[in-house]
DNA sequence: CACATCAGTAAGTTGTGGCTTACCGTAAGC
DNA sequence: GCTTACGGTAAGCCACAACTTACTGATGTG
């Protein structure tokens, strides 16, 4: 569960609207920090504190060009979440199961 | 992309940590209300109110038992999450390698 | 029929997370 | 070197979301 620790802040990170907004705006195309801000409710510096939560919590990585920096997803977050979800949706379904079963058996036993 | 709307309640409702330590818990094992107070660090009345809007965010579903309810994932919630993920996840590579050709044509130009 | 257990809702309080404006640093262009 | 574009950080404000306690309503039990 090495990713474990990763996927809660990348949940954490998601939990706010404007970062999703953010977050689908770079998986369709990398952007610079001024261009997310255009078509966004937000001023400029909220953006940029939107990106420095979404990078601590490995969604997103940059790389400088000039005075901009390009921001795009970075995979390796995304991958954390996916095993996070993967691994909970199938204990969830065998947790189930046990339930399931226990119950039919209190119902014998009645 | 019908399942977008869902996914993003479920994420929203993911982002607090409390919620998130519920949703394991459930995923562990069907519990009721009581059962998950036990263990937590808030009141029975406090995972009453996580309990509904994980709920509405589709993550979560209930049986009646005398009186008790008892709590347990709902696959749907998760299913939505994971699609959306996905999703994002392919374009997101998409973007990045369009953006990487782009960026190789320019350094040509120059 | 009490009486206990379980759970949802109401009402009120408070910490904090997301926002703003203002400021500072850095890279590029003239 | 001066100016312009870009972006991160600081400081402060404020709405709201996560709590609490108190109450109400069911269901099961002696």
Redesign the pocket.
């Given at each position: 569960m090495t990713y474990k620790s990763g996927a809660m802040e990348s949940l954490g990170a998601l939990?706010?609207?404007?970062?999703r907004e953010i977050f689908e705006r770079l998986a369709a195309q990398p952007s610079?920090?001024?261009?997310?801000?255009r078509g966004l409710?937000?001023?400029?510096?909220?953006?940029?504190?939107?990106?420095?939560?979404l990078k601590q919590a490995g969604l997103v990585r940059?790389i400088?060009?000039?005075?901009?920096?390009?921001?795009s997803l970075d995979p390796r977050g995304i991958g954390a979440m996916r095993r996070w979800l993967d691994s909970h949706w199938a204990s969830a379904l065998d947790a189930f199961k046990q339930f399931a079963d226990q119950q039919h058996e209190e119902e014998l036993d009645r």
């Amino acid at each position: 569960m090495t990713y474990k620790s990763g996927a809660m802040e990348s949940l954490g990170a998601l939990g706010d609207p404007t970062r999703r907004e953010i977050f689908e705006r770079l998986a369709a195309q990398p952007s610079a920090v001024v261009d997310l801000a255009r078509g966004l409710p937000v001023s400029r510096p909220a953006v940029s504190q939107h990106l420095k939560v979404l990078k601590q919590a490995g969604l997103v990585r940059e790389i400088s060009q000039g005075t901009r920096r390009i921001y795009s997803l970075d995979p390796r977050g995304i991958g954390a979440m996916r095993r996070w979800l993967d691994s909970h949706w199938a204990s969830a379904l065998d947790a189930f199961k046990q339930f399931a079963d226990q119950q039919h058996e209190e119902e014998l036993d009645r």
